[in-house]
């Protein structure tokens, strides 16, 4: 798949853990931190996106909405969220929609499960313009918080 690098971001409706209905394009005047992760309650997933709720009040300054995204039900991610007190929200991807959009879609995942998020990290200007695109092949991978933060700290 093509970068998004500098091109619009895909826009996207979701559910949060509330059952809310969240557009990006309606974040518009903020920045946004995308990160889609593979699958709740596992241990990589877990430390990734307890690192960031660690780093919130960091993302909070720097005028920065924080949305975790990943294809489990809106109600796994609801108990994973209060399990790990996680202070920002979390998007059900179920249909794949998003994932696909961003080119963050494994076709095939380990025991035979197919169409699971790849953990990737998406950085969306205050227009709506993709500014960081990391796409990580290995699920056990984190993501370079160092080069989204630096990236971030440029907008």
Request: net charge negative; charged share 25%; proline share 2%.
């Amino acid at each position: 798949m093509a970068t998004l690098l500098g091109q619009q971001a895909p826009d996207f409706t979701l559910r949060d853990t509330e059952k809310n209905k969240v557009t990006l394009s309606e974040l518009k005047g903020k920045n946004i931190l995308i990160l889609f992760f593979p699958l709740a309650f596992t241990s990589v997933c877990t430390k990734e996106l307890c690192m960031t709720r660690d780093n919130l009040t960091m993302y909070n300054d720097l005028e920065t909405t924080v949305l975790g995204i990943s294809v489990d039900s809106l109600f796994s991610l609801g108990r994973f969220k209060e399990d790990q007190q996680l202070n920002f929200s979390l998007l059900s991807d179920f249909n794949k929609t998003a994932s696909a959009a961003y080119g963050s879609l494994y076709e095939h995942f380990f025991n035979d499960m197919d169409g699971v998020s790849k953990r990737s990290a998406f950085v969306i200007d205050k227009e709506g313009i993709v500014r960081y695109e990391e796409i990580l092949e290995n699920a056990g991978d984190i993501p370079d918080f160092n080069a989204i933060n630096t990236c971030l700290q440029s907008l």
